[in-house]
């Protein structure tokens, strides 16, 4: 009997032993499964950060910009001298190169923006101080009238721009950026017969709030320089002859025929514009 109990007794407590091992390994086999699992999990998490980011921030970092644009022109060198513009355009196009790679606090990035080209145009009006009952402009230092043509006043500059900007993206695909840049840029003035070049050091201010492709940002710039005005010179006639005479000999020279001085102008500019990211 004794024996039949004890036999019995290893024989469960070795089952007991079997079973229990089953478990443990069952439980190890599980703990494998949930681990690869939650390893898939990890990855298919980061490569789906990694698109959203890749969408959000390096599919988005070339601009496209379309201005409307305010613009005032005034000049130190002519008392009460200012034009205001009653047209103006700008088309701009660059690029964002970012400093960091992941954006801090998964949503700020610093960067540096290059602006390949920036080509802006103004049409200036006329004040009424200007402008006298005749239709003639009685500004002393412009003549309004060159050939029977009345050209107007416009503005041309063609540059390109350099800066920082900071970009916040708070969710989704919405993106809030400010900025500013140093813009070096060839500005020409023309007014009838005069025209005025110079190299303008501009400074532009500005900020956008995009959502994947579209943007709308507006900015301001400011710049100044002493440009060298031409113009032609009316007396060239009384001062070397009868230059219109084909038959006549006593030709003037050029520096006779064109005037040159400086002049300083001041512009300021205001843009409200539409970009396209891509």
């Known amino acids: 009997m004794k024996k039949i109990l004890f036999t019995l007794t290893i024989a469960l407590l070795a089952t007991t032993w079997a079973m229990a091992q089953e478990n443990e390994n069952a439980d190890k086999r599980l703990d494998s499964l949930q681990q690869v699992v939650d390893k898939l999990a990890t990855q298919i998490d980061d490569s789906e950060e990694a698109d959203m980011q890749q969408k959000i921030w390096k599919d ?3 601009y496209f910009n379309l201005s409307y644009v305010k613009q005032k022109l005034q000049s130190n060198d002519i008392e009460g001298f200012q034009r205001e513009s009653d047209f103006g355009v700008a088309i701009s196009r660059g690029r964002t190169y ?8 998964k949503m700020i990035k610093f960067g540096i923006d290059w602006t390949q080209f920036d080509i802006n145009y103004a049409k200036y ?9 005749e239709g003639n402009n009685s500004d002393s230092f412009y003549e309004e009238e060159v050939l029977g043509l009345n050209l107007g ?3 041309l500059d063609f540059g390109m721009h350099f800066g920082l900007s900071l970009t916040v993206n708070p969710v989704s695909h919405l ?8 813009a070096p840029t060839g500005s020409v003035i023309l007014l009838d017969d005069d025209v005025s070049v110079q190299f ?4 532009v201010f500005g900020g956008a709030i995009s959502y994947k492709v579209i943007s709308i940002g507006v900015e301001a710039r400011k710049g100044s320089a002493n440009y060298k005005k031409f113009s032609v010179n ?3 006639d009384s001062v070397t002859g009868d230059w219109g005479n084909a038959e006549s000999t006593d030709n ?4 006779d025929v064109l005037n040159s001085e400086k002049i300083n102008f001041k512009t300021l500019s205001t843009r409200v514009y539409i970009s396209f990211r891509f």
Do not use: C, S, W
């Open 60 to 62: 988005r970092a070339k």
């Open 98 to 105: 970012y400093l960091h790679k992941k954006p801090i606090l």
């Open 125 to 133: 009006g006329e004040t009424e101080e200007e402008y006298n009952d």
């Open 153 to 155: 006043m416009h503005q």
């Open 175 to 182: 993106k809030v950026n400010g900025y500013y840049r140093f």
């Open 200 to 203: 303008v050091p501009f400074n």
């Open 234 to 236: 009316e007396d060239v």
């Open 252 to 255: 003037p020279d050029f520096d």
